[in-house]
Each structure stands twice: as C-alpha cells, then as structure tokens.
C-alpha cells in the first residue's frame, strides 16, 4: 500500500515572539477563549512558546511580538524576525514604548540592576529598554498594559482579510462619558491620567473611584501640557505628577517629555525628583 502523500496546509502563517516583558500580552491572546479555537482554525500558528511546543521554521505570514529590546541578544534577534514575518505587530507598552523598564533609561548606568538584584555584575543587558520600532520597521502596533483582547482579535482579524484595523484613538474621557462615570478628576480633584490617555480599558479606572494610570499610551492629539497644569492646580507636587505620567509609557515621547518637563521643574523648585535625569 502506497502512503498518503501530507496535505498541505495553505493557513495563513502566525508566529508569536516574546522579548523583555511580563507575558501579560501573551497571556491575552490565550485569554480570547473561544475565540482563539477560531483562530487556530483559521491561521497555522507556526510559533509560540507560551501555547504550545510547536516550532515551525519561517518565513510567517503575520508575527506578533510582545516585550521591549533589553540585550545585545534581543536587538539581534528582533533583526531575525523582521526578516522572516511579511507582517509585524507590536502589541503592549513595552513594544511600543520601552514598557515600565524603561524607567531605567532614565536613571544613571546601573542604578536600578544594583538596587535589584544582590549581584548585579552577573547582569548583560543594555542601558536603556527601547521599543521594537525603534530598531525594525513595525507594521502595527497595538497599545495597552495589558492589551484588550477584543482590539488583540481586531487587529488579528483585519490582517487576515487585509484591511486596516480599526481602534480607537480617542481618549478613556469618552468611555467615562459612555459608561455614565462621573469625571473623578473634576468632582472630587483625583489625579487621573484619562484626558490624556487613549481609550482601550473601557475606564476600569475611573469606574472605581481612581485615576487613570496610562496603560493605554497617550491618546490621540493628547494636550499633557494643560493636563500636568491641572494636577499641580489641585495641589499635587511636580515629583508625584512626573511618576504619575513615567509609569507604563515614559518610553514614549508624549509622555515622556511631559514627566521630564515636571522633573525639572521640581528641580527648580528644590524638590527630589523621581528618577535622575
């Protein structure tokens, strides 16, 4: 008896990478349930270590990546992947912006790695944490700490039919509004970051009586400068107000620039500053 020669497999390839993050991202994807059968079913996921051991040589149709470039490994690597992937889509802050580890970027030469870890000249990395557009060329990027899955399946969607997704650039001010939130910033004088931050969390936050932190990166047209007026307005100091905007995204110019503007400003004022400069 003959064998059956293997039937090809004509799905859409899609590898997922990992470089400096917590996974969350990831884990996101994972989360999407019975969407994800959906998916497995429509693309060949030829790569991702957090599924499964499934490893399947380039080059891919569509690959994701989540984390930041942290190493002389991961800034070769990421060179690699771009080589292989048609389509590259950077999903989380730290794609997109250096993540919270790029706090370090702003600090002196090992200051963070000695305070960490009890011996830190076991430690390679690099100085700063940069975002992966800022070595390869990123096709997409998706924003959030941790990303919303339902933009996660948008996106992933729109690349399989070849249409430009659509996700939201306004700010989680309108989905306050939309949810029927009372601006917490307004009434009762919290420090919120929403004016400013692009809408994806659907305004967790704010619907619990806290501030907006950013996980989503700054919104659309976002006016940090007006906003960082108003929280000193309300008597909140230059130092707490510089954190408050260099907590997921200072990797990012928009808000990185205003967290500087408010460091040195609190300098001025003789205070202590957050991180150094």
Known sequence: ??????????????AVWKFASCDGCQLTLLDCEDELLA???????AHFTEM?????????????????????DDAERIQEIRRISHRLITVGACAAAGGIQALRNFAEEGAFVGAVYAHPEYIS???TSTPIAAHVAVDVELQG????RKQ????????????KPVIPTHSVCQQCKGRGTVCILVAHG????????????GALCPSVGRGCFGCFGPSEGANTGALASRLLQIGMAPVDASRLFSTFYSGNETFGDQARSLRSADDKAGGAT???S
């Open 1 to 14: 008896m003959t064998a059956a020669s293997p039937v090809a497999d004509d799905r859409p390839s899609l």
């Open 39 to 45: 998916l497995a079913g429509a693309v060949r996921i």
């Open 52 to 72: 499964s051991r499934v490893d399947i040589a380039g080059p891919y149709d569509v690959s994701i990546v989540e984390g930041s470039i942290t190493t002389d």
């Open 125 to 127: 990395s690099l100085n």
């Open 145 to 148: 700490c941790p990303i919303d």
């Open 152 to 163: 996660l399946l948008e996106v992933i969607t729109a690349e399989l039919v070849g249409r």
């Open 190 to 201: 919290t420090p919120c970051l929403g004016p400013v931050t692009r809408a994806g969390c």
């Open 274 to 276: 957050a991180v150094n």
